[in-house]
């Protein structure tokens, strides 16, 4: 299997965030997501059960932590890891441009 993570994005950035599983196996799961302008809804929080590596690879996000008072501002290049169980959203992605993230799911070891 190949692919190219930036082929097949949309031409216009107003159109409404994609997210697209590029593989899936037993415990692990990669998925491109790609924003433009898209931000969680107000009181909303992800809260997954598996841990969650995320790189950004285009654009730019604030991505908040129900545990920590500042938002993280992310730039290409960013990546973090995010355990089991802990809450976060997106508060903001650029909209004049796509933000394309790489999410990594996988169970804990």
């Not at 097949?8 to 409404?16: H, N, R």
């Not at 433009?36 to 285009?58: H, I, K």
């Not at 500042?70 to 169980?85: K, V």
Request: glycine share 8%; hydrophobic share 40%; no cysteine.
């Amino acid at each position: 299997m190949t692919g190219n993570l930036f082929a097949g994005l949309p031409d216009s950035p107003e159109l409404a965030e994609r997210l697209e599983n590029l593989l899936t196996h037993p415990g692990l799961r990669i998925d491109r997501i790609v924003s433009t302008g898209q931000a969680s809804p107000p009181g909303f929080w992800y809260e997954q059960s598996d841990s969650e590596w995320v790189l950004l690879l285009t654009g730019e996000a604030l991505l908040r932590f129900e545990d920590e008072t500042e938002a993280r501002r992310l730039h290409p290049g960013d990546w973090l890891h995010i355990g089991p169980q802990r809450r976060h959203r997106v508060d903001w992605t650029a909209a004049d441009a796509l933000t394309i993230w790489l999410a990594v799911h996988h169970a804990q070891s």
